[in-house]
């Protein structure tokens, strides 16, 4: 058997408002790519998929194998298909089974080295739509960018700009940054940028209590959760009070 494949949280700033949040995970047996509604029932995330009897993504090609799905710096869906034509071996098709049979038939096990990216791009890009934008061709250059600019991506639409950018100032460990951040948690209405200015702090050993418990009275209970969750930090390492 084989397992679902590759799973993202669809997060790039030019796909659809209904396609935002949603799971995508690969099927590379049967050559589809699933997406996953989630929803809360009674405080209980449960998931369902979003086709009744159908995919999102489904192929007649036996080579497609959608390995990997990727939120895209441009704002799209990367797809990486293994295009492959054996995927399993050893017990499942060596000498004189029917799957071996079956390989030799069609030569699958010369289909190999012949991998591809696929970009899902949305339609609305069209100009004939008023919530249409084109990809967005910027390139990201976070590796060259000093710890002050890198705070400027943690508001960013896409959540590749602001993992990658979250991922970047914390492997710094650059303290000098430390009063930017806590000024921006303090301030920023933007519920995204607020939760990665919060984890933010914590990778840097820089999160204290009274801004923990700041936001644990937010009026957006998301804000409130990431607050309890980042409190945990501070409780394993040094304040009890927070039992």
């Known amino acids: 058997t084989t397992a679902g494949a590759g799973n993202d949280i669809v997060r790039g700033h030019r796909m659809p408002a209904d396609l935002q949040g949603d799971y995508l ?23 369902k ?66 991998g591809r990216i696929w970009r899902l791009v949305y339609d609305g890009v069209k100009a ?9 061709t910027t390139m990201p250059r976070m590796n060259d960018e000093t710890p002050a600019q890198l705070l400027a991506h943690l508001g960013h639409p896409n959540g590749w700009w602001r993992d990658t950018a979250q991922q970047l100032l914390v492997l710094k460990q650059d303290k000098s940054v430390v009063p930017a951040l ?40 998301r804000m409130r959760i990431q607050a309890v969750r980042a409190s945990e930090t501070l409780y394993k390492s040094r304040d009890r009070t927070f039992a």
């Open 25 to 47: 995970y690969g099927e590379v047996v049967a050559r589809i790519v699933r997406r996953v509604r989630p929803a809360n029932q009674q405080g209980i995330t449960t998931i």
């Open 182 to 221: 806590q000024e921006r948690l303090r301030t920023s209405t933007n519920l995204l940028e607020k939760f990665h200015t919060l984890w933010t702090l914590e990778g840097l050993d820089a999160l204290d209590a009274t801004t923990v418990r700041r936001e644990m009275a937010h009026a957006e209970p």
């Open 128 to 136: 004939d739509r008023s919530d249409a934008l084109p990809r967005d």
């Open 49 to 114: 998929n979003a086709y009744d009897g159908n995919e999102f993504i489904k192929s007649t090609d036996p080579y497609f194998r959608p390995v990997d799905m990727t939120t895209a710096p441009d704002g799209t869906v990367y797809i990486t298909d293994m295009y492959r034509g054996i995927i399993q071996e050893a017990t499942w098709s060596g000498p004189g089974t029917y799957l071996r049979a079956r390989i030799q038939q069609y030569d699958l096990d010369k289909v190999v080295r012949k």
